[in-house]
Structures are given as C-alpha cells and as structure tokens.
C-alpha cells in the first residue's frame, strides 16, 4: 500500500496540485489523480472516500478552493488519513476561506493541513508517512532531506 491519492475539486487545481504529483513520483511513489467535487459530484466523492483503502491507497491528498469541504468530507468517510491543501482560487477570500475550512475541523475527523497552495509539502508529508513502514522510501526522504542541508550550505558559502 504505496499508492497515494491526489485529488482536487476542479482542474483548475491542478496547477498547484501538481507540485506534490511531481514530488511523489520523484520518490517512486505511484500516484492516482482525480478530479472529485464535494459540492458537484458528491455521489463520487462517497464513493473515492469509502473505498479508497481497498483500492490500494495509502494516504489521500486532497486540494480545494473556497469553501473547500473536499479535504473534510473525503477525512469523514475514509480510515485513511488525509492531507488538505487549500488552494487560493479565483473565487476565494485570498485563500483564508480555504485555509480556515480545511484547518477547523472537528474533533474525530482529522485533516492535516499544509499551507495555502502548499502542494509540495503535502507531498513530502505523503512520502513520509509511507515512509514510516517501507524502508526504501525512509531512505529517500532521508536523502531527500539531506540535498536540502546541502543547498542552504553551498548558499552560505556563496556569500562568502
């Protein structure tokens, strides 16, 4: 179970949801991307939420916009945990609906939330929690980590 789930609620999305696409197949994580609207299609919302765990998925990354119920509702429905990114969208309050929407949620149904448009993150946080029982991606986000220490190092040496 090293599948993640990158959902959105419209592809509009997808220009920032593609940063954590691009970050876990980096690890060689497999990647499955939808589109599923909880206000449009929320027949297929129940659906991707109450069957994910049996298709093969590890964690759900979920982005929306505005209201930005997708990250919630998918986290009610699924034992699978969730990580909302809220997206600053062209009908948003400069993202503060989104981030306050996906953040605020009640107690039983967690969402990890990431910052606004914080799409790489969420990646990243995917890729370590399946790195927390697969060894090989451990290793990858330890390395990941470390050309992170070496970028800031060799920066400081030019300012030298």
Wanted: aromatic fraction near 4%; charge should be neutral.
């Amino acid at each position: 179970m090293n599948k993640v789930g990158v959902i959105m609620g419209s592809k509009s999305d997808l220009p920032v949801m593609q940063d954590a696409i691009d970050i876990l197949r980096d690890f060689n994580i497999e990647v499955e991307v939808d589109i599923v609207s909880a206000h449009r299609t929320p027949e297929k919302l129940f659906d991707y939420g109450k069957h994910a765990h049996t298709k093969g998925f590890a964690v759900i990354i979920a982005g929306a916009g505005g209201a930005a119920h997708l990250p919630g509702m998918i986290a009610s429905l699924s034992p699978l945990p969730v990580i909302g990114v809220p997206v600053k969208s062209s009908n948003s309050i400069d993202g503060w609906d989104s981030v306050l929407s996906i953040l605020q949620m009640p107690g039983g149904v967690p969402v990890a939330t990431v910052a606004l448009n914080g799409a790489k993150n969420a990646g990243i946080l995917a890729a370590q929690i399946i790195g927390s029982s697969n060894p090989a991606i451990l290793n990858k986000i330890i390395d990941y980590k470390e050309s992170l220490k070496q970028i800031v190092l060799e920066s400081a040496k030019d300012l030298k």
